[in-house]
């Protein structure tokens, strides 16, 4: 089947600028999961979805972060007036209690300039 | 203290020989460990999953978990280059859900 999906795959903004991502889970999967991974680095978790309840959110670095999931489903990661700290790769993942573990999307890949 | 603890490496080994790999965590709640390849300019990649103290194989693959002394490892048997990459450890902490990876350790297979 089909696997997480995001978009876009690159996005370059100038700082200032508002960014929408957009993932696509694993179709089933009720928990939806954004992390930021910079250069070198493992991911660090932003914030955790179970269906549409937007469980945890501790890792969102700064009021500037807003993630949601309307139904359920598709989930978007937006960041406002970006900055230049906020250049790095942002992935999303989705699991079900069956599934064993977190599958991730392909990441989107964020510069700004 | 970093949460969870990996070599960044790199770590070299020749083609057909055991890689080793170690992560540590200070979570003591910590339920379930997972190893995931990440190559370079790609997305993490889960290969291995652990839940109980012992050994877990899969393939090629060996996770070993020891809650006492919290620490978790992965060998890659026969190791090929193609297992050249980034391996990241992670773990559910006792808060659930949410993963808590390590910077990774990279694995270089030489032929």
């Known amino acids: 089947g089909a696997g997480v999906s995001q978009s876009p795959r690159y996005k370059v903004a100038k700082r200032g600028q508002d960014v929408a991502l957009r993932c696509d889970p694993i179709?089933?999967?009720?928990?939806l999961f954004w992390y930021q991974q910079a250069l070198g680095q493992g991911p660090e978790f932003l914030t955790y979805?179970?269906?549409?309840?937007?469980?945890?959110k501790s890792g969102l670095p700064s009021d500037r972060f807003f993630a949601e999931r309307p139904e359920g489903s598709v989930s978007t990661l937006k960041i406002q007036r970006t900055q230049q700290e906020d250049s790095a790769v942002y992935l999303c993942?989705?699991?079900?209690?069956?599934?064993?573990?977190?599958?991730f999307g392909p990441g989107t890949r964020l510069t700004v300039l | 203290q970093k949460e969870v603890e990996q070599n960044s490496g790199p770590l070299s080994v020749p083609e057909g020989a055991i890689a080793s790999l170690n992560c540590t965590y200070s979570?003591?709640?910590?339920?379930?460990f997972f190893w995931y390849r990440q190559y370079s300019g790609k997305s993490p990649e889960l290969i291995m999953s652990?839940?109980?103290?012992g050994d877990k194989e899969d393939g090629r693959f060996t996770a070993q978990l020891n809650k006492a002394s919290q620490y978790v490892s992965l060998l890659i048997r026969d190791s090929q280059p193609s297992d050249s990459a980034t391996y990241l450890c992670?773990?559910?902490?006792?808060?659930?859900?949410?993963?808590?990876f390590g910077g990774g350790t990279r694995v270089l297979v030489k032929p």
């Open positions: 993942a989705s699991s079900t209690p069956a599934s064993g573990g977190q599958f």
């Open positions: 179709s089933g999967h009720v928990s």
């Open positions: 979805f179970q269906n549409e309840a937007q469980l945890d």
């Open positions: 979570d003591r709640g910590s339920q379930s």
């Open positions: 652990i839940y109980s103290n």
């Open positions: 992670a773990l559910e902490g006792a808060a659930g859900n949410k993963l808590t």
